[in-house]
């Protein structure tokens, strides 16, 4: 296992209780998918890995993190970077006052090798995303969204990391796009050898690439299990891919009151 | 604790909405307002009230007025000292022009005048905001202050350049110039303050505050809602001003008795803006806390090292002072970013909310 | 209403034009405060390009700075232990804001850094006054090794004299300009502190220590704020008066651009000379003092036209 | 006004509208602001509904069932069907579909109002097998809108139709107040069917004059005006419900306030703060746990306050409300108390303005009971019953302790039989049980005494105490008596535990099955990072049993201090895996258990508890979701001993 949450709780502010007993599992090598709506905690776990969270006055208050079997959570950003767990943010986050090249090269600013070994990466990223190649030299703010997600990936991949946190790589992005980008990190995956942990609201695409699927539900894990699983549990097929029985769910005759879900049994 | 809202509910949507829904808001300013009026004029000595209530009260108009701008419609605004300037120097001239009429209707006037230019430094933000806008309103502080200095027509040509608050009287008594008494002088700015916080808290309720509180959280979206940008902005400047004007002719009629131009310099803005900050931006009440405070702190250092004896150089107390002062604004911003307005509301949240936590 | 029109418009450019050593003399002394307005305004661009906050401490910084150097040497310390002890100050200092301010308002709105540094800058008059006496300071300019002293030069049949003092501050100015403006575009750790202006959590995200970078650009800042200190202490008295003239930064960096370092050198120019010119050809006329607002007012109309300075970054908001 | 003249519900409400003319009648909560009618506003809209309804055909001796949370309309249809003759038949909101369609079917049901769409779309379900509703009104319009089916109509329309009826025929209005004075009341004024703890449940057939007698009774005893006010919070086919927000009404002329939703009822409640209070012991107890589970998340100095002024008045707060002698320095902690803790409590419950509360329907527990006295608030326990127009006995003032049920109340004759089983004789008795004479034969006796089915005997102190249902009443092998409900109410004082119940009957010694608390265990599980996903992994962890041990040994600790109860210490003792609930018909929909129905399905476990060589027990329940889908809740549960001294 290359990552272990135990029952870690995340409060914001001292008072806002968000993760309340999280605990996952990422293997060496594996792609492993973190599903929820939005609010359900999933970019609050990653932050939690990557310890962004002391920044946004959110902290760990209980439980812990295993990254390769040292406890990070409570060291810093960069600490992490080095040891090769990289955090691609929602929403892209690319430096738009910065082209897309000095993008990549500010991914490699933890690497201590010399300029020409960061070179050979910086053509590793290119063969991976060839449409980057074609506007590195153009400003990330005026780029489309696909190409800054490409951006914010190969910026993640130029410091060598062993585990990448993906945040909703799909957001906003056409779905020829999304599949395009799911595409290239699997071959990440297989060839690189880098253990991929994604937080997607698209459970569609999600389980289509990870192994292993985690449900969460305002803070708490309330499922787990094998992709394929996941992908024909009967709840999960109700509420996040909206199939009641065989056929699609018709919308035009929603209720005025809600089901109360249970997750029993 | 104090708090009991059972029984209290509302059958209409403007009952709803009221200035203080809960009964027991309503009680606690009923007998602040009393204290106010019955109790502090006779019982305080005249060193309380000049150096500490009535300086206290003028402050917090002019902190109300910079709040509109910067706390509601997030204008950054360096040019109160000058705004205060102008009503100050307009009172003045509008009383040596027509004495026999009432002093207070004059100082509310002034407020007009230093609104229609604080309506013209406005302008710029059309274009500019933020950091940018800083630079209109340093310009006007620099320029009105260049123009205090400058023309003598506004001092009546008196040789000390000073303005001089005459005797006006008010239903028979004086209550500005030399022979006004201390309790005469605060119950008049008493109730011009009441008045003026009324109307603020009023206007900050109702679709200006609205239009200003969108202006400055998001002006893209309030702009693409269909709030006219400009218009917000130009209200927020009127108004601010308006309650600067007003704050500098009472500092000078009902205070100071007299005052030079650098009574209206860039140390007052920025003393103002630190009382809009300690007191809590975005908020009428926070607005006199900030000014109790901030006005009433050298006093203190002055106080405590006195009472316990140790001999202290006046300049070191103004030093102390601002030290303080610097070191109080960062504590603020990072312990409640909202200032002593949120820590007050905390405490009322609680007490609602007593003895469980949530 | 003629001869007022003549006076703004007309009369003037007669007045250059009769003695042009006196132009040139206005000129030069126009150039001469734009580089130290270029100079302060630099303090402010380095820690705007760093973290997109507008450091209003910073002219404080500069009498600190000074105030610190005279105050050591009056202590009998040797020039240049006192210049050391100085920058160890001035590294104190940065390290302290980083801790004290940076960090915990790490994720605040701009309003809010820019009234934690105005605190600062209430926070160092306080303490400065309170360790060094308030009066003003003569700068030891001998000490130093500045050159003092004046030449003469003879321009259009007239002479006009120039300041040793001031040509050195002048070169010292377009030195620090050009050595930061290498820095900033070509070496990583400038790439790393632009990227903390533009998104300082994407920059953790990469690794990039927030700490390291913001100690850094302080640290600089602190540096050429002492620069700055040294000269305008040579040539007026150091005293805290500074501070208000330090405001007049905020014209400079409109013109030159909040993040562009050749442009504050530029528009530092621009309104230096611009101020003199005023006050000498149209201010007298109007009683004098106008340096006080001209600047403000030149910033204005460029503002009119180009909101984001000569050569500062294209505003970009997306929603 | 001689009381004779004004002897129907509808004569009440005319003379209402005429003496309480501006009297507020009623309140609901709507879209955030109290929306009020008064008493002469209330008449108006009853007309309007009544001769709207008569225009749907609706006549005397039809059945109108009406299904919902606490609606003011919902409330005027049964006037407004008293008014034609018609029988109103409230029924249980929470219910599942075909749970409807079998009281529906059996009482013979043509007209239905539906408060919302929820309630509508079980009724178009029944529809499908039971053809005889004639139509369905509906009050909440939200998403039946699109709804195609003629015989659904919102009372808005029929309310229209009534007024428009009203505008055509000047005399229609005062027609209907010449039939409403003819009214008479020896007529049916309603049928509620009980929530039958024993078997299936019972329609009760209350006649006028029964139901006025035990309104008169209850005004009197709480001394009731037009100026009280109270909250109507409860199921409205409740005998609780009905004679305190319907009938008591009436006579006395108090509000009614109705909150917004069921979820915001407590919140409605510190707003309106009512002045008389009736639940059952189910609220009191989530109070208990509410403020308990807070107060452990509360910083240090108040816990530490709440705590220390808690001990003063469980001490001394009971005498201080009867105001017995009490120690000066006891009295003087109870006023500091008063101010720090009791009346912010007493305002955060929504009790501050409260002269009276009751508790009825099921024995409450007395640790629960002492524990609202000692906080000042006049809580009184009461026995009734839904065949006696609920008041059968109530504990007079000063005379109040916590294990008795009072005295019988002024008109009431009671007696004992020899198997101990509680009769009374009550002018609010009830006439029959609706078309069900055999039961009706048992249950009432020729002389007019009725068997209450609970077993009870006197006091010293002449007050009569309710041991249990007379059929749940069980011996032990050695003989000794064996009183289920005395034992989980003590269990129940616990947070931690939701519901228990006991067995003991025909059995060596006593144990128990538990349901816990998701609420208390969830937030206790949160504090001491007990990792669960679901409620069942909950329930099993081996900590919660450890916690829920501690309980069970303060309790037998307890038990044993008494000669009498000693014999009753629980000796083993296990965790449910689900909740009980009214959907799978383990509790009725006043949360009481249903006894016969538990020992039947969950026979497995209890025969598992008394044979000591077992401490794991599989079992697999059917269960049914909210919707009415079945699914299967299958566990293997722990089973634990607990010594006894």
Redesign the interface.
Same mark, same amino acid.
């Given at each position: 296992m290359i990552l272990e949450l135990d029952s870690i709780d995340v409060v914001y502010d001292h008072v806002i209780q968000v993760l309340k007993g999280v605990s996952l599992q990422v293997p060496r090598r594996g792609i492993v998918a973190l599903l929820g709506g939005n609010g359900a905690g999933k970019s609050t776990t990653l932050k939690a890995i990557s310890t962004l969270l002391q920044f946004e006055r959110g902290e760990v208050t209980k439980g812990s993190i295993l990254f390769d079997g040292v406890r990070v959570e409570h060291s810093t950003p960069d600490e992490l970077v080095r040891r090769g767990c990289v955090h691609v943010m929602e929403g892209r986050r690319c430096f738009e006052h910065l082209t897309v090249e000095e993008n990549l090269l500010t991914g490699a600013f933890t690497r201590k090798e010399g300029s020409s070994v960061i070179a050979d990466d910086l053509e590793l990223v290119y063969g991976y995303f060839p449409d980057l190649k074609l506007s590195r030299h153009s400003l990330a703010g005026y780029v489309s969204g696909g190409i800054q997600q490409m951006c914010a990936i190969g910026r993640g991949l130029m410091a060598r990391p062993r585990l990448m946190l993906l945040d909703e790589p799909s957001i906003s992005l056409a779905p020829r796009v999304v599949e395009e980008v799911f595409e290239i990190v699997q071959k990440l995956n297989h060839e690189q050898g880098v253990s991929i942990l994604i937080a997607e609201q698209n459970i569609n695409i999600a389980l289509k690439y990870a192994s292993y699927g985690y449900v969460l539900e305002n803070g708490r894990v309330v499922l787990d299990g094998e992709a394929n699983e996941l992908r024909n549990n009967e709840d999960i097929r109700e509420f996040y891919l909206g199939i009641a029985g065989e056929h699609r769910k018709s919308f035009h005759n929603v209720k005025s009151y809600r089901r109360r879900k249970r997750w029993l049994a | 604790?104090f708090?009991?809202?059972?029984?209290?509910?509302?059958?209409? *949507?403007r +009952?709803?909405q009221a200035l203080f829904p809960i009964r027991q808001d309503l009680i606690a300013l009923g007998v602040f307002l009393i204290f106010l009026y019955a109790v502090v004029p006779f019982t305080f000595n005249n060193f309380w009230l000049n150096t500490v209530v009535i300086p206290t009260l003028i402050f917090g108009v002019a902190t109300i007025g910079l709040n509109i701008l910067?706390g509601y419609a997030?204008q950054?605004s360096f040019g109160t000292g000058a705004f205060m300037g102008v009503g100050a120097y307009t009172a003045f001239k509008l009383t040596t022009y027509f004495p026999e009429i009432n002093i207070v209707i004059l100082i509310l006037t002034s407020g007009v005048t230093s609104a229609a230019i604080g309506l013209f430094f406005g302008i710029?933000s059309l274009?500019?905001k933020?950091? *940018?806008l +800083?630079?209109?309103t340093?310009?006007a502080q620099?320029?009105l202050?260049?123009v205090f200095?400058?023309m003598h027509w506004l001092n009546n040509y008196s040789e000390s350049g000073a303005i001089v608050a005459p005797t006006r009287t008010l239903f028979g008594v004086a209550i500005t110039g030399p022979s006004a008494t201390a309790s005469a002088r605060y119950l008049v700015v008493l109730s011009i303050v009441v008045l003026l916080t009324w109307i603020a808290a009023n206007l900050v309720r109702g679709r200006f505050g609205r239009s200003w509180r969108a202006v400055r959280d998001m002006d893209?979206?309030a702009e693409l809602i269909g709030i006219s940008l400009f218009g917000a902005k130009l209200r927020a400047f009127a108004v601010s001003s308006f309650y600067c004007g007003v704050s500098g002719a009472m500092l000078v009629f009902f205070l100071y008795g007299a005052a030079e131009p650098n009574v209206f310099d860039?140390n007052r803005s920025?003393s103002i803006?630190?009382m809009v900050?300690i007191g809590g931006l975005g908020s009428i009440y926070g607005s006199f806390l900030g000014a109790a405070f901030i006005w009433n702190l050298p006093i203190i250092i002055r106080l405590i090292p006195l009472a316990l004896g140790l001999r202290v150089e006046p300049?070191?107390t103004?030093?102390?002072?601002?030290?303080?002062?610097?070191?109080?604004?960062?504590s603020v911003?990072?312990v409640e970013?909202r200032g002593f307005a949120r820590l007050w509301q905390i405490a009322r949240e609680k007490l609602r909310?007593?003895?469980?936590?949530? | 209403m003629l001869d007022i029109l003549h006076k703004i418009f007309v009369g003037p450019f007669i007045e250059m034009s009769h003695a042009p050593d006196l132009l040139v003399q206005v000129l030069w002394e126009g150039f001469v405060s734009g580089t130290l307005y270029a100079l302060i305004a630099l303090g402010f661009v380095l820690i705007y390009k760093a973290s997109s906050v507008?450091n209003f401490a910073q002219g404080i910084m500069v009498v600190f700075s000074a105030l610190t150097l005279v105050g050591l040497i009056e202590m009998g310390l040797p020039a240049w232990l006192a210049l050391l002890m100085t920058v160890g100050v001035m590294y104190v200092l940065a390290v302290s804001v980083e801790r004290?301010?940076l960090l915990?308002?790490v994720n605040?709105s701009?309003?809010?850094m820019?009234?934690?540094t105005?605190?600062?800058?209430?926070?160092?008059?306080?303490?400065g006054?309170?360790i060094f006496g308030?009066e003003p300071k003569s700068m030891p300019v001998a000490l130093l090794g500045i050159p003092t002293g004046s030449m003469q030069f003879s321009v259009f049949n007239g002479h006009i004299n120039i300041q040793n003092l001031d040509l050195a501050a002048a070169v010292m100015a377009l030195v620090m300009v050009t050595t930061l403006g290498i820095f900033f575009s070509k070496t990583r750790i400038g790439r790393a502190l632009r990227a903390v202006a533009d998104d300082h959590q994407a920059a953790l995200s990469v690794g990039i220590t927030l700490k390291q970078i913001w100690v850094i650009v302080w640290f600089t800042a602190g540096i050429v704020g002492l620069t700055t200190g040294i000269f305008w202490g040579a040539r007026s008295d150091v005293s805290f008066s500074l501070q208000?003239i330090a405001?007049k930064a905020?014209?400079v960096l409109?013109l030159g651009g909040?993040t562009s370092i050749p442009g504050v050198f530029i528009g530092g120019l621009i309104i230096g000379i611009g101020e003199q010119l005023f006050e000498y050809y149209w201010g007298v006329q109007?009683?004098g003092?106008?340096q006080?607002?001209v600047a403000?007012?030149i910033?204005?109309l460029f503002?009119?036209v180009m909101?984001q300075g000569l050569f500062g970054e294209k505003i970009i908001?997306r929603? | 006004m001689s009381h004779q003249k004004h002897d129907t519900f509808c004569k009440l409400l005319v003379r209402n509208a005429e003496v309480y003319a501006h009297v507020p009648a009623m309140?609901e909560?709507y879209l955030?602001?109290?929306?009020?009618w008064t008493w002469a506003q209330v008449l108006d809209e009853v007309i309007a509904l009544s001769l709207g309804y008569k225009e749907f055909g609706v006549k005397e001796g039809d059945l109108i069932a009406i299904i919902g949370n606490n609606r003011p309309r919902l409330y005027w249809t049964m006037c407004a069907a008293q008014a034609l003759g018609a029988i109103p038949v409230p029924l249980y909101q929470d219910a599942v579909a075909e749970e409807m369609r079998i009281i529906l079917e059996k009482a013979g049901v043509t007209y239905v109002v539906a408060e919302d769409q929820e309630q509508a779309d079980k009724v178009l379900q029944i529809q499908g097998s039971y053809k005889e509703i004639a139509h369905i009104f509906y009050d909440e319009k939200r998403g039946l809108e699109k709804y195609p089916i003629e015989g659904l109509t919102s009372l808005d329309e029929v309310q229209e139709r009534g007024r428009s009826l009203q505008n055509e025929d000047e005399s229609a209005r005062q027609k209907w107040l010449n039939d409403v004075s003819k009214g008479a009341p020896k007529s049916v004024a309603i049928i509620l069917y009980t929530s039958g703890t024993t078997g299936a449940s019972k329609g009760v057939v209350l006649t006028v004059a029964s139901l006025m007698w035990g309104a008169r009774v209850g005004n009197k005893l709480s001394e009731m005006t037009e100026k009280d006010t109270v909250m109507a919070f409860l199921p409205m086919a409740w005998v609780g419900d009905h004679i305190f927000s319907y009938a008591q009404s009436l006579e006395a002329g108090f509000c009614v306030n109705c909150p917004e939703s069921p979820e915001t009822a407590l919140a409605d409640r510190?707003?309106?703060?009512p002045t008389c209070f009736f639940a059952p012991p189910r609220i009191y107890e989530n109070l208990i746990t509410l403020?308990l589970v807070?107060?452990h998340?509360?910083?240090q100095v108040?816990r530490l306050?709440?705590n220390f002024f808690l001990d003063v008045a469980q001490r001394v707060g009971g005498n201080v409300l009867n105001n017995e002698t009490v120690r000066f320095i006891d009295r003087l902690l109870y006023m500091m108390g008063k101010?720090?803790?009791y009346?912010?409590?007493?305002?955060?419950y929504?009790?501050?303005?409260l002269r009276v509360a009751y508790t009825a329907g099921e024995a409450i527990g007395p640790d629960i009971f002492n524990w609202f006295r000692a906080l000042g608030i006049n809580l009184k326990q009461f026995y009734g019953q839904t065949e006696a127009s609920v008041y059968v006995s109530m504990q007079p003032d000063g005379e109040i302790y916590s294990d008795s049920v009072g005295k019988p109340v002024e008109g009431v004759e009671v007696m004992l039989n020899e198997s101990g089983e509680l009769l009374y004789r009550s002018p609010g008795a009830f006439k029959e049980y609706y078309n069900n004479p055999q039961t009706t034969s048992v249950a009432k006796t020729e002389e007019g005494w009725i068997h209450s089915g609970d077993a009870a005997l006197f006091d010293g102190r002449g007050h009569l105490r309710i041991m249990d249902r007379a059929k749940d009443l069980g011996l032990l092998n050695d003989g000794k008596v064996f009183p289920p409900k005395y034992i989980e109410n003590k269990l129940k004082y616990y947070p931690e535990i939701k519901e228990a119940v006991a067995f003991g009957h025909h059995r060596d010694y006593v144990t128990v099955m538990i349901n816990i608390d998701l609420l208390a265990v969830g937030s206790w599980a949160e504090r001491h990072n007990v990792h669960y996903s679901s409620y069942q992994e909950l329930a099993a962890n081996p900590d919660v049993y450890a916690m829920i041990l501690r309980c069970v040994n303060l309790v037998n600790k307890d038990l044993a201090t008494d000669y009498f109860t000693s014999h009753l210490q629980i000796k083993r003792f296990l965790i449910l895996h689900k909740e009980l609930d009214a959907d799978d018909g383990e509790l009725t929909h006043t949360s009481k258990v249903r006894r016969s129905l538990i020992n039947e399905r969950y026979k497995v476990l209890i025969d598992a508890l008394y044979d000591p060589s077992k401490t794991h027990q599989f079992i697999r329940v059917e269960m049914t979701y909210e919707d009415g889908r079945k699914g299967i809740a299958e566990g293997d549960l722990a089973l634990w001993d607990v010594e006894v001294t």
């Open positions: - | 604790m708090y009991n809202e059972v029984g209290q509910f509302k059958t209409s *949507y +009952a709803d910067t997030g950054l710029p274009r500019i933020g950091l *940018y +800083a630079v209109a340093l310009a620099f320029f202050e260049w200095i400058q893209i979206a860039i920025f803006l630190f900050i300049v070191y103004e030093f102390l002072t601002s030290m303080i002062e610097g070191a109080l604004i960062i911003l990072i970013p909310l007593w003895p469980f936590p949530y | 507008f004290t301010i915990p308002l605040q701009q309003s809010t820019i009234m934690a105005i605190g600062l800058s209430s926070f160092l008059i306080g303490f006054g309170f308030g208000i405001l905020l014209p409109i909040f109007m009683g003092g106008t006080g607002w403000y007012m910033a204005l503002l009119w909101p908001e929603i | 309140r909560k955030g602001i109290w929306q009020v510190r707003e309106v703060g403020t807070r107060m998340d509360a910083g108040k306050l709440f101010i720090i803790i009346t912010p409590l007493k305002n955060r929504g009790f501050s303005r």
